[in-house]
């Protein structure tokens, strides 16, 4: 069964670094998600990519993170400059358009 | 604004005991309703949905009817298994406006079934 797949599963990072999270989508998928889940907190809304672009975005997807399908398999969450604050539980999703929405295994990004 | 609220964990039943999961959401309009779950080591996985009031969503077991006269979408399964075990979450996309996949999720109840 097709699934959506994130590298890595889990990265320690010193504040200040760069981070690139990865997800490769369901193939025929059309829609794309990043979603953070903070310890002990609600899932939250980042981002959504469709055909190329940003579709939307929430408050938290500031200047310091971007998105990028560089080659057509991949999707990635890149954040420039980590803070404390950023370490959580990043979920990639994608779907056709149907609104049901497949989500991979995570990526736990620790900032010290 | 659009948020969800959802009974907090953990909840530890015994195999075959009846679940109930409260979830209740804050919207304008009508909302689409959704239910996730998330199994250890996995993704989130849909569950169940609906899209319409008085709408009953359902998938192994499970059942949430969309209840807008008390802004509900409880998750009821009659006999939980072992293998229920997992985080569930509750879900809602806005009514107007926003891409479809917007999610705005609750902050997920751990569900433990011990044999």
């Known amino acids: 069964e097709p699934e959506v797949t994130q590298t890595p599963s889990h990265q320690v990072t010193q504040m200040g670094q760069e981070v690139i999270l990865r997800c490769v989508p369901i193939?025929?998928?059309?829609?794309f998600y990043w979603y953070r889940q903070i310890l002990g907190q609600k899932v939250e809304f980042l981002v959504s990519f469709y055909n190329n672009e940003i579709s939307e975005k929430s408050e938290i997807f500031d200047d310091q993170f971007s998105v990028e399908r560089p080659d057509g398999s991949n999707f990635t969450l890149k954040i420039r400059s980590t803070k404390l604050e950023d370490s959580a539980m990043y979920f990639c999703?994608?779907?056709?358009?149907?609104?049901?929405?497949?989500f991979g295994e995570g990526s736990r990004l620790t900032v010290l | 604004g659009n948020s969800v609220t959802q009974m907090e964990g953990p909840v530890t039943l015994s195999e075959e005991a009846f679940l109930t999961i409260n979830c209740t959401y804050t919207a304008t309009g009508y909302p689409s309703l959704f239910w996730y779950v998330q199994y250890p080591g996995e993704g989130l996985q849909l569950l169940l949905k609906?899209?319409?009031?008085?709408d009953k969503g359902s998938n192994k077991g499970f059942e949430a009817t969309y209840r807008k006269e008390t802004t509900s979408f409880h998750l009821e399964k009659g006999s939980v298994q072992v293998s229920d075990s997992a985080v569930y979450f509750c879900?809602?996309?806005?009514?107007?406006?926003?891409?479809?996949?917007?999610?705005?999720f609750g902050k997920g109840t751990k569900l433990s079934v011990k044999p």
């Open positions: 609906a899209t319409k009031a008085d």
């Open positions: 999703a994608s779907e056709m358009g149907s609104g049901e929405l497949f």
């Open positions: 193939s025929n998928h059309l829609y």
């Open positions: 879900a809602l996309t806005p009514a107007n406006g926003g891409s479809q996949g917007n999610l705005i």
